[in-house]
Every structure is written in C-alpha cells, then in structure tokens.
Nanobody
C-alpha cells in the first residue's frame, strides 16, 4: 500500500521556522521524476509551493522564494520542506505529492502562523 505521510506542522509565530517531512512507503520517491509540496490556505484553492526533480533541480512559488527550501533524503525515502521567515499568509494545510495531480497525495499537515 502506497502512503505519503506528512509531519512537522504546527503553530508558529511570524518570523519563525518549521520543517515539514514527507515520508513515503510502498514507493521509492527517487523513482519518480518529481516530488512536490502544495498548500491549501483556508477558503482558497490548492497551490504549488515547491518541487524537487530527480536530478536535484528545484523550483519554488514566487511567494516562498528565498524563505523555503525543498530537499530530499533518498536513503530515508523522505522529502523535506524547510520553512523560514514564516508569514501569516503561509497558514495552510501542506500536502506532498508525487506522480502528478492523479498520483499520490498525503493527508496533509496543518501549518498555522499566528501571533
């Protein structure tokens, strides 16, 4: 059974940091061309945050460039999202995905940025 399990979310003050993890089982993440982090803010549509490709290339949404870093540990079959300088507008449920929109999704982890 394929599972993507996100963790590391929580409540943080503006300017704070969190590191999200996406641990996979049943699949090898490095066998997929891309693994991505998406988020869905309250009342809004899901949006792309960051992606990492098999060769290590990464790209980011403009809103998080310079603040977030996506990385992977193939030995642990895990992808991370380091989030620094968090803003109120980063509040959302964060999901990891591989295999594209019709591929595999995790259950999400809540990130709340609030003072």
């Amino acid at each position: 059974q394929v599972q993507l399990v996100e963790s590391g979310g929580g409540l943080v003050q503006p300017g704070g940091s969190l590191r999200l993890s996406c641990a996979a089982s049943g699949i090898a993440l490095d066998s997929y061309a891309m693994v991505g982090w998406y988020r869905q803010p309250p009342g809004k549509q899901r949006e792309l945050v960051a992606r990492i490709f098999r060769g290590g290339y990464t790209n980011y949404a403009d809103s998080v460039k310079g603040r977030f870093t996506i990385s992977r540990d193939n030995a642990k079959n895990t992808v991370y999202l380091q989030m620094n300088s968090l803003k109120l507008e980063d509040t959302a449920v964060y999901y990891c995905n591989t295999g594209g929109c019709s591929g595999y999704w995790g259950q999400g982890t809540q990130v709340t940025v609030s003072s």
